[in-house]
Each structure stands twice: as C-alpha cells, then as structure tokens.
C-alpha cells in the first residue's frame, strides 16, 4: 500500500438557526471521502435514490434510509459539532459583534454584510467543522504519513460548501478566510503534510453528495432539539437511528456543548479579518 497520503475532499451543511433564539442548538456536520473515491460514492447515491433526493426538513424516511445504509456501509468519515446558545457568551457575542460591525458600516459609509454577526460565526464554524473532520481522517490514518526525514507531502483539501451563503463578495470572502488556513505550522511538523485548502461553493442541485451533511446535521438537530413527544420527525428519526447505529464508531467524532467565549473571541477576531479584508479599520475610535 502506498503510504501517500490522499487528497481528500470534504462536504459541509449545518441545521438550527442563526438567529438570537436560544432555545434549539446550532448543528454543523461533515462528510468526509478521499477524493479518488468522490465520484463512485456519487453515483452510488444517486443510483440508491431512484425517486430524487430530498432534503432532511421534507424527507419522510425513504431518504434518510438510503443515505445513512450508504455512509455506513462505505464506511465515510464524519464530524458533528452541537453548539447550545443558551449562554451568556451568546448574548455577549450578539452585543459586542453588532458593535463592530456597527463601527465598521459607519468608517466605510456601506453595508458590508460580510462582516455580520451571523455571516462571521457562519465562516469560522464551518472552518471548525474542517478542522474536526480533518484532524479525525488524519489521525485515523497515521500509516499514511510520511516517517523520519522524508519531504513534506502535499495534500489538497477540497472543502464543498451549499451556496446559501449569498452574494458574490461575501462568497468571495467565505472562500479567502477559509483557505487562508492553508498556513499550518504545527500541523505540518507532527504530520509531515502541507495542506492546500480547495473551497467550493455549490448547491444541492449541482452536487447531491451536499445531501449527506444535510442529513447528518438535520438528524442531530432533530434528535436534540425537540423532545421525543413534540417531534413530529420521531419516525424519521427512530428508521435512521436503526441505520447509523451500525456506522464505526472510529470513522466519526461528535461534540456537543455550549457557546463559550472561546467562540466568541475566535468569531470576533474574524469580524475584525473580514473588515480588514476589504481596507476597513473598525477598531479605533
């Protein structure tokens, strides 16, 4: 077996909401496939799903099925990340944010949506989920990595996104910050590997394997935010219960807990990048 370590290629969706509601979680979730196997795992979904695919939200469990036999079955890597909002580094967050950008609208005399709460947390839990996912696959496949002296390996990481982020800015924006992680000093010397983060904004339409995400985050969100006698996707959830039960517990990591000033600083130094980004000062006074 060769001990090249493979491009990889990842797929990201998230369920919840982003408003001030703090009621339900934030769910962000990752498929991971190495990149040599993308298209035969595409055509074997769309040949397990004859009738279309649908979204997790409208699915009546026919889907769900048939795409968690299939992550389970090929055994793919996967990440989940739950984040609860009912704290109080929510609500800072929500304040301090709004501040920043508030300085920033009024400096650069336009709206720059980019650089809103929400479209900041958006870019920098979907590089957390990366992360995640990365270090797990990495990890569970450490005799593919290079031993002793020899020359670093050059792996392509391509990250494919659903397009509901809008506009052409901010979509240019998503893209810099994300690949901007491509410097990963640490990372390269435990490793051995130099990664070239590759983002992709696509829809559903245009890349169906952005269904998988979908349901992953879809049925944790499901199964956390609602109790078992207000659900009304208690069927859906007990037929994929059944299913991803069998998935290896080594090919998926899942943490859930709250939103902590971890979060809140990591988000807001994006802000402040965003802003920068785009020659905006928003900082002094």
Known sequence: MSNKFPNLTCFFDAAGRYSHSENTPLVFAAIGIWSSDVNRVRDALVACTPFGLKKWAKDDGTTAKSIFRLICKRQLYGAVNIIWKN???WKRYHQTGQEIYDKGVKRSQEHIPFAKPMATLKIHLFG????????????????LLQKGNSPMQSVTVTAVCDTDVHGELNQQIFKDVLEASNDLPNTE????????????????????????????AGFHYSRTAYEEDGNDRQSVLDAATALISKWPPNCFRIREGPFEDEYLWKVLFSIMYCQRRSGISCCSS
């Not at 957390?128 to 005799?143: E, K, W």
């Not at 829809?203 to 995400?213: K, R, V």
């Open 128 to 143: 957390d989920i990366l992360a995640d996912l990365y270090g797990h696959m990495v990890g569970r496949n450490q005799h």
């Open 87 to 89: 704290t109080l580094a």
């Open 189 to 216: 010397r435990a490793t051995g590997i130099r990664t070239n983060f590759n983002v992709v904004l696509k829809s559903e339409e245009e890349e169906p394997l952005l269904h998988l995400p979908d349901y992953l």
